[in-house]
Nanobody, 126 residues
């Protein structure tokens, strides 16, 4: 059974930083595109960042561009989301996701993802 397990969430102050991790039981891991989504209270799930299977392409939501960085360590089968300059509007449950979609697929669409984690809560205080 495939598992994606997020960690690293918690409470941060405005302007602070957090680093999320997502450990995947996928094998092999490298063929999967990976992403982070989030769901804020009372809102729909939204795309945050994605990383292509070879790590050559990254995609970010406009709201996090320049503040968040997605990365992957294929040897550890783990992806990361470094979040800097946090804002109260970043408060949400953050989910990692894995996609076997072919190159050229729109990785910002949740429908292309095959596996999802349970999520980790991030709360940013003002």
């Amino acid at each position: 059974q495939v598992q994606l397990v997020e960690s690293g969430g918690g409470l941060a102050q405005t302007g602070g930083s957090l680093r999320l991790s997502c450990a995947a039981s996928l094998y092999p891991f490298q063929p999967y595109n990976m992403a982070w989504f989030r769901r804020a209270p009372g809102k729909e799930r939204e795309f945050v960042a994605a990383l292509s299977r070879n790590g050559g392409s990254t995609y970010y939501a406009d709201s996090v561009k320049g503040r968040f960085t997605i990365s992957r360590d294929n040897a550890k089968r783990t992806i990361y989301l470094q979040m800097n300059s946090l804002k109260p509007e970043d408060t949400a449950i953050y989910y990692c996701a894995a996609s076997s979609a072919a190159a050229g697929s729109n990785l910002e669409r949740s429908i292309v993802y095959d596996y999802w984690g349970q999520g980790t809560q991030v709360t940013v205080s003002s």
